[in-house]
């Protein structure tokens, strides 16, 4: 559990291992049927039906962000490890030594081949206006901290993740020190495919 002065955040293993004073899954499913994201319904789908089976077969841990002064859920995020390649030749010198000490370089067409932490959803919670007590930056904060905490235990440096093509969602993650090193089409079901720009950031 990680907690701030506003915010406690809590791995939801911490409700299906009944480790958090007797909670377990029907207490988790009730708090997660209370997140809303109208903006994002891949992010609503991800914490509502994915969350609690992604953790349990190991793909992915989803992290609950409560505030801290009257308990309510404003925010999630989830955080796994995926192999990725890595073009090299738009980064710096320094990023790319960087990555050289955690990756393989392939001589034939300089990429870098390594696994990072994946920063998998990232998300507010609209509904009755929780969402007004967490700003974007403060829920990716606590998600990079989340990360430190993993990089503490286990190394590594690179975090990464993928969001939309739209300027205002780019601005705010490259102000956070992300780069765009590639991107994908997605394959979200019953939805049409659309580009994601995958963005990746270098811890200290």
């Known amino acids: 559990m990680q907690e701030t002065s506003k915010y406690t955040v809590f791995n939801i293993r911490e409700y299906l291992n009944g480790q958090d ?3 377990g899954e029907d207490d988790l499913l009730q708090v997660l049927s209370e997140f809303s994201c109208e903006k994002n319904p891949d992010v609503e789908k991800f914490a509502k039906e994915q969350s ?3 953790a349990k077969k190991q793909q992915s841990v989803t992290y609950l962000v409560f505030s801290t002064e009257d308990a309510e859920l404003v925010g999630y995020f989830a955080i796994t490890i995926k192999p990725i390649t890595i073009d090299a030749e738009p980064f710096s010198n320094t990023v790319k030594r960087k990555l050289a000490r955690v990756s393989e370089l392939s001589e034939q067409n300089h990429t870098y081949n390594l696994a990072a932490y994946l920063i998998a959803q990232l998300g507010k919670n609209y509904h009755n206006g929780a ?3 967490i700003t974007g930056e403060e829920l ?3 998600a990079i901290k989340q990360v430190q905490q993993l990089q503490y235990l286990a190394g590594g440096m690179v975090v990464f993740l993928e969001t939309s093509d739209e300027e205002k969602l780019l601005s705010f993650y490259k102000d956070k020190g992300f780069q765009q ?3 994908r089409l997605s394959e979200s079901a019953g939805r049409e495919p659309h580009e994601l720009i995958q963005l990746l950031k270098i811890l200290k």
Do not use: A, C, T
Request: charged share 20%; proline share 0%.
């Open 131 to 133: 969402n007004e007590h």
């Open 140 to 142: 990716l904060g606590l």
């Open 181 to 183: 090193f590639d991107s």
């Open 21 to 23: 004073n007797g909670l």
């Open 52 to 54: 609690v089976e992604f």
